[in-house]
């Protein structure tokens, strides 16, 4: 397991004061992250390779969020991989060690050549170790698609939003549907389903669902009309 501290600060809260959607996400892929590069798998590594991971799938299970300055712990640790996929918790704990903020997720690993996923080698999952799954209710990697959709707005990508992979940040995709949210919607569990890559300057068209208190928001490549990212929010 990989641990870092971290203190919730003014530019990780929104307007109640809380943690965003998307600053939680942030933090858990930046523990991923340090935890890749503390045992030689980090960014260097991976440019070196030509090899990334990205990510196909979040499941997070939000019981309490963190406020401004609150104290909070980040932990991380892989439980399987498969030929071409490495499944993997996170955790927030608050400073009681209370878990607040649970995240299982799916990673494939991409061949930056091909763009196509590529057979994970042992040198690749070398220094992880595996831990057991952590308890949560399984939701499943796909994102079942209510049958009607209100097309909401139409976004561009910024140069702000783009990664070192060269296409739209996982939390940017977050922060675009938490946009079309309630102000005061009170979130339970948050699932993003990663379909394609959004690159610098495409259009996107962004469509809503709202079924009781599921919201699904379905971002679409307004050119070619191609899925980028499904993201569902569950309310209380």
Same mark, same amino acid.
């Given at each position: 397991m990989?641990?870092?501290?971290? %203190?919730?600060?003014?530019?990780?809260i @929104?307007?109640?004061?809380?943690?965003?959607?998307?600053?939680? !996400?942030n933090? #858990?892929?930046?523990?991923? @992250?340090?935890?890749?590069?503390?045992?030689g798998?980090g960014?260097?590594y991976?440019?070196? %390779?030509k090899?990334?991971?990205?990510?196909?799938?979040? @499941?997070i *299970?939000?019981?309490?969020?963190?406020?401004?300055?609150? =104290?909070i $712990?980040?932990?991380?640790w892989?439980?399987?991989?498969?030929?071409? /996929? &490495?499944?993997r918790?996170?955790?927030?704990? +608050?400073?009681?060690?209370n =878990?607040? !903020?649970?995240? =299982?997720?799916?990673? $494939?690993?991409m061949?930056? @050549?091909? &763009?196509k996923?590529?057979?994970?080698?042992?040198?690749d999952c070398?220094?992880?170790d !595996?831990e057991?799954?952590y308890p /949560?209710?399984? /939701?499943?990697r796909?994102?079942?698609?209510?049958?009607?959709?209100e097309l /909401?707005? $139409?976004?561009?990508?910024?140069?702000?939003?783009i990664d070192?992979? &060269?296409?739209?940040?996982?939390?940017?995709?977050?922060?675009?549907a938490?946009?079309?949210?309630? #102000?005061?919607?009170?979130i339970e569990?948050?699932?993003v389903?990663? %379909?394609?890559?959004?690159?610098?300057?495409? *259009?996107? =068209?962004?469509?809503?669902?709202v079924?009781d208190?599921?919201?699904?928001?379905k971002?679409?490549g %307004?050119? +070619? &009309?191609?899925?980028?990212?499904?993201?569902?929010?569950?309310?209380?």
């Amino acid at each position: 397991m990989y641990t870092y501290e971290k %203190k919730v600060l003014f530019s990780d809260i @929104n307007a109640s004061s809380r943690m965003s959607v998307w600053s939680i !996400l942030n933090s #858990m892929q930046d523990c991923v @992250n340090i935890n890749s590069e503390s045992i030689g798998r980090g960014i260097d590594y991976m440019l070196e %390779k030509k090899r990334t991971w990205f990510a196909i799938s979040w @499941n997070i *299970e939000i019981k309490k969020f963190p406020k401004m300055f609150d =104290d909070i $712990t980040v932990k991380t640790w892989p439980y399987d991989f498969s030929s071409t /996929m &490495g499944f993997r918790n996170v955790i927030i704990t +608050d400073s009681d060690g209370n =878990d607040i !903020l649970c995240a =299982d997720s799916i990673w $494939t690993l991409m061949d930056m @050549n091909t &763009g196509k996923p590529t057979r994970i080698e042992d040198e690749d999952c070398k220094g992880y170790d !595996l831990e057991e799954k952590y308890p /949560m209710e399984p /939701m499943g990697r796909k994102i079942k698609l209510p049958a009607e959709f209100e097309l /909401m707005d $139409t976004v561009k990508v910024r140069k702000a939003d783009i990664d070192y992979n &060269g296409h739209m940040s996982n939390g940017q995709y977050i922060q675009i549907a938490d946009e079309y949210m309630p #102000m005061d919607a009170d979130i339970e569990r948050i699932r993003v389903e990663y %379909k394609s890559q959004a690159k610098y300057k495409e *259009e996107l =068209d962004i469509y809503m669902s709202v079924e009781d208190k599921r919201y699904v928001i379905k971002i679409v490549g %307004k050119e +070619d &009309g191609s899925i980028k990212a499904v993201v569902e929010f569950t309310v209380r």
